[in-house]
């Protein structure tokens, strides 16, 4: 395993909710990305974006609605369009195989926390503590990544200081929300990482 991916590493297995079409083209390569659903086991479901080469799909059909496995990290970038999402989350694949089993959504990271941790409650009354990680990644560059962590765990990091290093596991978790624009209400979609584990690295 390399530095990078001990670092960030996502698998996930879902259905291909939409084929790949054209995303962007840097340094002579083309990426396409497609849309992919994962169910949880409480029956919902979470769309997450797949960016990849086309060198990988090159030899792979891939189809709606087939079941797939991918390999990859995490990755943010700022949508400077004035449309959609601000911060935009989607896994670069390294590695596709069409599969079948049950759904999989892992993420393992290690950053740094980039903004002051911010505790709050539900309307449950649950704990919800919301952090934002910057994971390093290779040429000097990283990724920001909204993360939420829940109970115990939260109230723990609620105390963490900018700077401090942390490790965590959890899931990418797609939500919608309702956001006043021009005075009418646009439905959007928010990306985080939901935490299952989380701990200071050392």
Not at 161 to 184: A, F, N, W
Request: aromatic share 6%.
């Amino acid at each position: 395993m390399d530095e990078n991916t001990s670092r960030n590493f996502a698998q996930l297995i879902g259905v291909i909710a939409a084929p790949p079409v054209f995303s962007h083209a840097s340094r002579g390569e083309t990426f396409y990305t497609f849309p992919m659903e994962i169910a949880r086991l409480s029956g919902a479901t979470d769309t997450v974006n797949i960016i990849v080469r086309d060198e990988l799909i090159r030899d792979l059909e891939l189809r709606e609605a087939e079941k797939l496995s991918v390999t990859g990290e995490l990755r943010s970038f700022n949508n400077k369009s004035g449309e959609g999402a601000k911060l935009v989350i989607t896994v670069f694949a390294k590695e596709l195989n069409l599969c079948g089993g049950d759904d999989m959504n892992c993420v393992r990271l290690t950053g740094t926390l980039c903004k002051p941790p911010n505790l709050r409650m539900t309307p449950m009354g649950r704990d919800i503590c919301d952090l934002m990680l910057a994971v390093n990644r290779r040429y000097g560059r990283s990724d920001y990544l909204p993360c939420i962590t829940w109970g115990l765990k939260a109230r723990e990091a609620s105390e963490w200081d900018v700077g401090t290093v942390v490790s965590l596991e959890g899931r990418i978790q797609s939500r919608s929300y309702i956001k006043i624009i021009g005075g009418e209400p646009v439905e959007k979609t928010a990306f985080e990482v939901s935490v299952t584990d989380i701990s200071e690295f050392t």
